[in-house]
């Protein structure tokens, strides 16, 4: 088992660059097993969920959340990916054994979603929903994020992100960055940055030669210095989901809608496979309950 996957944040010469980071291997090998992943899925899964960690670097209050999704008329569908405050992350593929047979190295998962949209959606307890959406371009996960960043945010971002599995869809690597150009950039400066990224080696590859984050970010972007990047806080696949949940959305169903569950039901979670057993008699309860409203 790889060392626990981790969260930085930082910046860079000066104040002139808002730098984040993620390593995510183990997040990402621990979705693949709980919802049995395709390669394809598991290369789109593993750049969400290092993009969706570092989005939760901007929420402040306990509860928050941030949601990831693509969506496509493609076959792969799409994906969706949520982080809380806390770095505990859980998602799923919609169609999770999509398979695709020519699948080769740096393959972008991107052109099987079709015509489409990149959402983020930011929750905080008590607010309603931040929401903001983009239309898919070609390109990667990575070229999609910056794309929203740019054309939602108006912000100058750099976005990298890595995934490398094996022939069998274990993943030996996963991880990434976002480099964000704040409006006190030198423009020589923020050039310098696009070419170290463009011309250095695979994120994915330099990560499963046992190289972390930091010492990436330091060696081949920000070559000449200037970099501040401290740790913030673990990442890992973490779904909180309970009965008391379930039982909490039944309630939001009609009457009408209860009585057809009568005979019991067991409600299965998206994010993580539970199954929760809500038998007759805890049915009728819950009928009882919505008819006092």
């Known amino acids: 088992m790889k060392e626990s996957d981790y969260l930085w944040r930082g910046m860079a010469l000066n104040g002139q660059f808002r730098v984040l980071a993620v390593s995510s291997t183990n997040t990402v090998q621990a979705a693949r097993d709980l919802h049995d992943l395709s390669p394809i899925n598991t290369i789109l899964m593993g750049k969400m969920i290092p993009a969706v960690a570092m989005l939760s670097l901007d929420l402040k209050d306990e509860g928050a959340e941030v949601t990831l999704r693509f969506d496509g008329d493609g076959p792969l ?42 959402t ?30 740019e054309q939602s945010e108006q912000i ?32 020589l400066n923020a050039d310098r940055l696009i070419n170290n ?10 990560m499963d030669m046992g190289m972390y984050l930091p010492e990436i970010l330091h060696r081949f972007v920000f070559k000449e210095g200037g970099l501040e990047l401290y740790p913030v806080h673990r990442v890992r696949y973490r779904c909180h989901c309970s009965k008391e949940r379930f039982a909490a959305a039944l309630k939001l169903l009609s009457l009408d809608e209860l009585k057809e569950l009568r005979d019991g039901i067991d409600p299965v979670c998206q994010f993580c ?21």
């Open 197 to 206: 990224i463009n011309h250095m080696p695979n994120l994915s590859d330099l």
């Open 77 to 118: 569908k799409g994906a969706l990916t949520i982080c809380n405050n806390h770095g505990d992350v859980r998602g799923y593929a919609f169609e999770p054994k999509f398979w695709v047979d020519d699948l080769q190295e740096n393959f972008h998962p991107v052109k099987y979603l079709g015509n489409g949209t990149l």
């Open 273 to 293: 496979n539970a199954t929760w057993h809500f038998s007759a008699s805890e049915i009728e309860e819950i009928i009882s309950e919505v008819e006092k409203k």
């Open 120 to 149: 983020i959606i930011r929750y905080y307890p008590g607010d309603r929903p931040i929401k903001g959406l983009t239309p898919l371009i070609e390109g990667d996960v990575a070229q999609n994020l910056a794309h929203y960043f």
């Open 156 to 187: 100058p971002t750099a976005v990298n992100l890595g995934v490398l599995i094996d022939k069998d869809a274990k993943v030996r690597a996963s991880g990434g960055f976002i480099i964000q150009q704040l409006p006190s950039a030198d423009r």
